[in-house]
Structures are given as structure tokens and as C-alpha cells.
């Protein structure tokens, strides 16, 4: 017997899956509450995002309120103005700061002063007195009767409150010609 198959034929099969109305109903309802969901949270983003635009928006019209008030309190029509507005500000700014530091330099000079003249040093005379306030630093220059009273000034010096600090020593004392010359120099006794 003589038996004949067929290659191009697909034989029938059973399928596993089967759409039924109810299951297509279910898959349709899942995917709809998806897009719901996805759309809810769109939009929640929307409004949040929303919200920081306004926030900006408020704050840039306050910038540009400000702004305006600034270009009618200082008018400068063009940048070559400002900027030398800017630098004559600069140059005021220099020479004030040098006055500032040249009151300020000499700021214990009233102290120093008026601690000189509470000394009572009979026999001395000074005839000069330089003040390095920078550097901290006394000089004095006169003339004494005698020599020594140079040794016990320096000692007074020292003892005076106006000087905290400061230690005096004798840097020269010439004899000759009479009457004696003298310098006095005094420096903090902690260095700086």
C-alpha cells in the first residue's frame, strides 16, 4: 500500500489561548486604569512644574522692579560711563582709606604724649621725640645734667603705665661736649 503525504499543508492544531469577550474586557480595563494612572501623574508633574514657573516668574518681576528703581536712582546711559563712575569710586575710595590710616597710625601718640609729660625727670630735657606707631617703636633724644639720670629715666619709662609693653633702653650717651647728649629707644618687649 502506497502512502501519500501532503508537505504544504499545515496539519490543524488546537490553540492554547483562547480571547474570550470577558478576558478582552479585563486587559482592556487594566490598560485604560495604566493610562489613567500615567495621565494622573502627568499632570501632577504639570502643576508642580506649573507652580515653580510662577514662583520664577513672580521673582524675576521683583528683580526687574528692582532693577528699574536702580536705573532711576543711578542713570549711566552706556557701560564707558559706569565704569568711570566706577573708577572715580575707586580713586575716592583709595585717598579715603590713606586718611583712615594715617589718623588711625598714630592713634596711642596722645597716650605716649600724655604719659611724657606725668614724668617727673628733673635734670633732663628731651628734644626730640619721634613715635613709630607700625613698628611700635619710641625715640628720644635730649640732653640730662648727668649721666646717670639718663639710666634712672629710663627706669621711670618703663614703670609708666602709658607704655605697657614697651621696654626702654639706652642707645647713646655722649659726655662730650658737656652737657650730656642721650637716645632713648624703646620697643614692644614681645615681638610682633
Known amino acids: 500500500m502506497l502512502q501519500q503525504i501532503n508537505l504544504y499543508k499545515l496539519l490543524p492544531t488546537k490553540s492554547r489561548f483562547q480571547l474570550t469577550p470577558m478576558l478582552a474586557s479585563v486587559?482592556?480595563?487594566?490598560?485604560?486604569?495604566?493610562?489613567?494612572?500615567?495621565?494622573?501623574?502627568?499632570?501632577?508633574?504639570?502643576y508642580k512644574v506649573t507652580e515653580k514657573f510662577d514662583l520664577l516668574t513672580q521673582q524675576v518681576n521683583l528683580v526687574q522692579q528692582q532693577l528699574a528703581s536702580l536705573e532711576n536712582e543711578y542713570?549711566?546711559?552706556d557701560a564707558v560711563t559706569l565704569n568711570k563712575a566706577l573708577e572715580e569710586l575707586e580713586t575716592q575710595l583709595t585717598m579715603?582709606?590713606?586718611?583712615?590710616?594715617?589718623?588711625t597710625q598714630h592713634n596711642n601718640f596722645s597716650a605716649y604724649l600724655t604719659g611724657l609729660a606725668s614724668m617727673d625727670m628733673p635734670g633732663i630735657w628731651l628734644t626730640e621725640i619721634k613715635f613709630d606707631n607700625m613698628l611700635q617703636k619710641i625715640d628720644l633724644k635730649g640732653f640730662a645734667l648727668q649721666?646717670?639720670?639718663?639710666?634712672?629715666?629710663?627706669?621711670?619709662?618703663?614703670?609708666?603705665?602709658?607704655?605697657?609693653?614697651?621696654?626702654?633702653?639706652v642707645q647713646n650717651v655722649t659726655e662730650d661736649p658737656?652737657?650730656?647728649?642721650?637716645?632713648?629707644?624703646?620697643?614692644?618687649?614681645?615681638?610682633?
Not at 486587559?27 to 504639570?46: D, M, P, T
Not at 646717670?148 to 605697657?164: G, I, M, N
Not at 652737657?179 to 620697643?187: N, V, W
Open 27 to 46: 486587559i482592556y480595563g487594566v490598560v485604560i486604569a495604566v493610562l489613567v494612572l500615567i495621565f494622573g501623574v502627568e499632570l501632577r508633574q504639570k
Open 147 to 169: 649721666s646717670v639720670l639718663v639710666e634712672q629715666a629710663t627706669l621711670k619709662l618703663d614703670a609708666q603705665s602709658a607704655f605697657a609693653g614697651l621696654k626702654f633702653e
Open 96 to 103: 579715603k582709606l590713606k586718611m583712615l590710616n594715617s589718623l
Open 75 to 77: 542713570p549711566f546711559s
Open 178 to 192: 658737656a652737657p650730656p647728649s642721650f637716645e632713648i629707644s624703646a620697643k614692644p618687649e614681645v615681638p610682633l
